[in-house]
């Protein structure tokens, strides 16, 4: 886009100081929970398995039989930021030895609907019975940081666990004990795609120990299709072991589609006031973007900086109602007008996040990828340099303006930290995974250095944003 088309856009809208109502915290709200996820006093006496070896023994199930089964179907305390570096490092670090998860046995699929992380476990990669404690320890080590926001789980058994890789009961029973009170909590859902009878016995054996809250949670899906569907995942982003499972399972689902390849947007197609679901380029296109920002953006900040909209707490991490979201998103995308002045605030919020989640490019570029993967292997010294070289030089213009909008306002967030409970590094496990994504299945050790960048962009932005990128008399440092 030509440099002529940009159009000096009015600031965000600071934060008004002026209202005089007494807000009141939503601490109490969000702390009560009139029932636990699982009643300690039963786990307080010596372990003694719901289910013994025999148990099972008896059924004599083979993996391999399918049958369908029946569909059983807030905030936790915020990250210091001495914490999140805490975090980084060991995630970096996890690059070594004694790393007991194997690649490609436990990932993150994406963010669903709602936003919210998708962690994906997979059967086939299990490791050997005698380290499938470790390696169930270490997966609840590396998934700590993001359980205080919800999340749901994908369990890929695809056919089964051979018995040299199958964990046992105690050990399933104990792992469970040890997980804290967020990892159950804030557990959306837990999907179990091409299950056997063997996991469902096995469920049924524990169900007795478990609250019918958590219970609740548990779907089971005999296809890739109907996981789709639940949480709008890009399944063609999958290992090809797992879609090649589903295709010899569900044969019928793949005879008029070809549910391997993306679904390929036709901007053409679209109504020209189309802004969820399209790229940057079409919305600039046929939109009046003010300095490049898309009108839902600019009308959902300045919604979110007033007093009463910006402190609220844990905004952008408690889930807003996604009816009411999708809703807006629709009529957006009409052209009818949309009014967030009486919109609850978690909604406005869902609505942004949904925005940058639904571009059909991320914002900061599937180019720009690996390099800022890379930014945990950076010296600390070399991060400030890189930071502003990738921003200022190598995103476009469009995407930088974009971005930068985005920080300031993002920063404003967090000066209201002490009632929101919004850190930087909050923020960034919250938006990262919707401004930029892999083509393919990202594991944790990619999902960290992304939001390691993104927390340290807000924390330095005056030092990255004190410059214009159009101005080339102004050297980089």
Not at 151 to 180: A, N
Not at 269 to 285: A, N
Not at 381 to 408: G, H, M, S, T
Request: charged share 25%; net charge negative; hydrophobic share 35%.
């Amino acid at each position: 886009m030509e440099a002529q088309n940009k159009i000096i856009g009015q600031p965000i809208n600071p934060v008004i100081e002026n209202s005089e109502e007494q807000l009141p915290s939503l601490s109490d709200l969000h702390d009560y929970e009139p029932k636990l996820e699982f009643d300690d006093t039963e786990i307080n006496e010596p372990f003694k398995s719901p289910i013994q070896g025999a148990v099972l023994e008896q059924y004599e199930i083979q993996e391999d039989e399918m049958v369908l089964p029946d569909h059983d179907s807030k905030l936790g305390n915020a990250l210091t930021e001495e914490d999140f570096d805490q975090l980084l490092d060991i995630s970096a670090a996890n690059i070594s030895s004694g790393n007991m998860i194997k690649k490609g046995s436990f990932d993150i699929l994406g963010t669903d609907r709602q936003g919210n992380y998708v962690f994906g476990i997979h059967a086939s990669k299990f490791p050997d019975k005698s380290e499938m404690e470790s390696f169930i320890r270490d997966i609840i080590t590396k998934v700590n940081k993001y359980v205080e926001n919800d999340y749901s789980i994908v369990y890929f058994h695809q056919g089964g666990i051979t018995e040299g890789h199958r964990p046992s009961t105690q050990t399933l029973w104990s792992c469970y004990k040890d997980m804290g009170r967020a990892y159950k909590k804030n557990l959306k859902k837990l999907y179990v795609v091409h299950p056997t009878r063997w996991i469902k016995i096995l469920w049924n054996c524990f169900r007795p120990f478990i609250s019918a809250k958590f219970s609740s949670k548990l779907i089971y899906y005999m296809s890739l299709d109907e996981l789709q569907q639940a949480t709008g995942l890009d399944i063609s982003k999958l290992p090809e072991d797992v879609k090649e499972f589903d295709r010899k399972q569900n044969p019928q689902n793949y005879r008029n589609s070809n549910n391997s390849s993306p679904d390929v947007v036709d901007e053409k197609s679209l109504p020209e006031s189309t802004q969820f679901g399209v790229s940057l380029k079409f919305i600039i296109e046929h939109n009046q973007c003010l300095n490049y920002i898309p009108p839902i953006v600019r009308q959902c900040v300045d919604s979110l900086s007033i007093t009463g909209m910006i402190d609220t707490e844990g905004i952008f991490r408690r889930a807003g109602n996604y009816a009411r979201i999708n809703e807006l998103k629709q009529k957006v995308n009409k052209g009818e007008r949309v009014d967030l002045k009486d919109v609850d605030a978690y909604v406005v919020a869902g609505l942004l996040k949904a925005f940058f989640r639904d571009l059909t490019e991320p914002l900061l570029t599937y180019d720009l990828y690996d390099e800022i993967v890379a930014f945990l292997t950076w010296a600390k010294e070399d991060r400030p340099r890189n930071v502003k070289q990738i921003l200022r030089e190598k995103l476009p213009e469009a995407n930088y303006e974009l971005f930068k909008y985005l920080v300031e306002f993002l920063v404003k967030v967090m000066e209201c930290e002490d009632l929101n409970k919004m850190t930087s590094s909050n923020l960034a496990i919250v938006f990262g995974p919707n401004l930029l994504w892999s083509n393919i299945t990202m594991s944790l050790e990619e999902v960290s250095p992304i939001n390691a960048f993104i927390d340290f962009v807000l924390q330095n932005h005056k030092d990255i944003y004190m410059v214009d990128i159009h101005n080339p008399q102004i050297p980089i440092d």
